[in-house]
């Protein structure tokens, strides 16, 4: 297979790796998760065999695993010491937690997304995000929807559900092709916490197509595959 032209761009004044032609049947905005890079998702980009300009922004805030050690970037601040008391614990839930930083957050998908839309002239725009990445990708579009194709939901929860709820229940999303992945054994964001996301995207309107994986937080080929297969139907 061909490798696919990469580019560095700035999207909504944010680093973002580029990937595909001007001749690609549809958009994909994928968002990395916490302490990533860009980087490590965009081989999805040359792997996945779909027609499609890929498009792989950087998270405004700088991450770190471990305290004093940083790495990657992320879409809002996380302390990392508070982060690994609460992994101490077990597999998190993001619902009630609300960083200061989200609505900047927010605001910064829908810049994102919003001028993917415009360069799109007509064709289909994905969103999509993996983890954190993707709790911002279900609350960004929830909370003010856009005119995207689908939403790719890897590994994420819910977040802010004492507001996000309201938007839930108001059934914004109706029809929304929506893929969320999974996996049974993730020691970082609890398998229950990715079904409550299910059943909120189901409550808010989304046709969903729910794929649970045996595996811990992680893109394994079950679910490169599911992704790619589900990609290749809406485009």
Known sequence: ??????????????????????????????????????????????SLGVPARFYFPEGPAPAALVPGEPRGRAWWHIDPAARLEAM??????????EP??????????????????EEAAGRPVILGGFSSGGMLAFDTQLRAPRAIRGLALLSATRIAWSSQRAFVEAAPLGGLPALLTH?????D?????????????????????????DGAHEIPLVAWRKLRTWLRALI
């Open 1 to 46: 297979m061909p490798m696919l032209p990469e580019q560095e761009i700035e999207l909504a004044g944010r680093r973002t790796i580029a990937i595909g032609g001007d001749d690609a049947r549809a958009l994909v905005i994928l968002l990395h998760g916490f302490a990533m890079k860009p980087e490590e998702l965009a081989p999805f980009a040359h």
């Open 88 to 97: 101490s614990i077990g597999p998190r839930d993001f619902a009630t937690y």
């Open 100 to 117: 200061a930083d989200l609505p900047a957050a927010r605001a910064l998908c829908g810049a994102i997304v919003d001028r993917v839309i």
């Open 183 to 187: 996996g049974e054994a993730d020691d």
């Open 189 to 213: 964001l609890a398998f229950s916490a990715g079904l409550a996301l299910r059943d909120a995207a189901i409550a808010a309107g989304c046709d969903v197509t729910w794929a649970p994986f």
